[in-house]
């Protein structure tokens, strides 16, 4: 109920986030507890104060209004100036509201930041509200059985193995969104994922070639302690049609399923994704035998190494959902 004499706001959160935006989400308890009326997406609605958290880069460009903007697609700056990267501490320390998205598990972070810095990932430019681990319980919501973690990278905290004993001894199920680091893994955290109940496949990356040891011998080990799991392939950045197809076969060989993540857009990086979303390969002895028959049909020109520019790294997102507010103008 709201607090006698203070004055009630319509709240109006707009984001293009197809699943939930955390930020949102906090801003939400934060408002709803001083009393005010919160509403997601209605653009159209009158409203005392509009947040506009986007992921997209595109989505700038839509005509959007609102008085707070923030999100990953306005890394570089903005039409509206500079950003105050985190949320204010008042609203940083909201549990988020679960009812925004009618959600029926719990969703937060145990540890944000990825010390990685790939160049084609924008994670390494959020400032984050800290770097230190947190336990699931402080915002972990007791009435759900599943956890959606948001954490970037969580074999870089230290203290990843306290998450998953947290985690075990409530008996929860995981929603995997980011992935684990295969540059990390060991039999130990293989052990722990394979003990770990999740909903749906557990995700993994392959992005550079550089990797590939690294990368081979995390996905060995997951394969002796039998957890699967789909990769993420990324292409038209600074890898050859040949070293794509090279990865892909590896995964095949190695019993991992792999999803093609195109950068770039460009004719063969829509065309790669769509013959290895296909499923065609299957029929084949190997993915450059199925990708030579794929081409005869498709008219698609070859990828050549593209450049490693962080101009080409700008129109990644993440698929984080970190706070990027600018200060309100009162």
Known sequence: MRAKGKIQMIINLITDAPKHNHALMKISTYHKQRGDDVYLNFPLMPADRTYVSLLFSDSIDSGIHGDVFGGPAFIGGNNNGSFNISLPLDIELCAPDLGLYKIDYSIGYSFRPCFRNCSFCKVGSMQHPDTDHHSIWEFHNSSRSKICLLNNNTFQDK???????????????????????????????????????????????????????????????????????????????????????????????????????????????????????????????????????????????????????????AHLTTHAEMPFLQDVKE
């Open 159 to 313: 203290r990843w193995k306290e998450t998953f004993e947290e985690i075990w001894d409530a008996n929860l199920t995981v929603i995997d969104e980011n992935g684990y680091d295969l540059r990390l893994m060991d039999d130990d955290k293989a052990a722990t994922l394979k003990r770990t109940k999740f909903q749906g496949k557990l995700h993994f990356a392959w992005d550079r070639m550089k990797d590939e040891k690294e990368i081979i011998s995390g996905l060995q080990c997951l394969k002796q302690h039998k957890v699967k799991g789909s990769v993420y392939v990324l292409v038209e950045y600074d890898t050859t049609e040949a070293e794509n197809v090279h990865r892909c076969q590896v995964l095949k060989d190695l019993g991992f399923d792999f999803y093609v993540m195109p950068y770039g857009g460009t004719k063969y990086g829509k065309a790669f994704k769509r013959f290895a979303d296909s499923f065609m390969w299957r029929k084949f002895k190997t993915i450059d035998e199925a990708w030579k028959e794929y081409k005869k049909g498709a008219h698609v020109v070859c990828a050549e190494r593209l450049p490693d520019t962080m101009e080409r790294a």
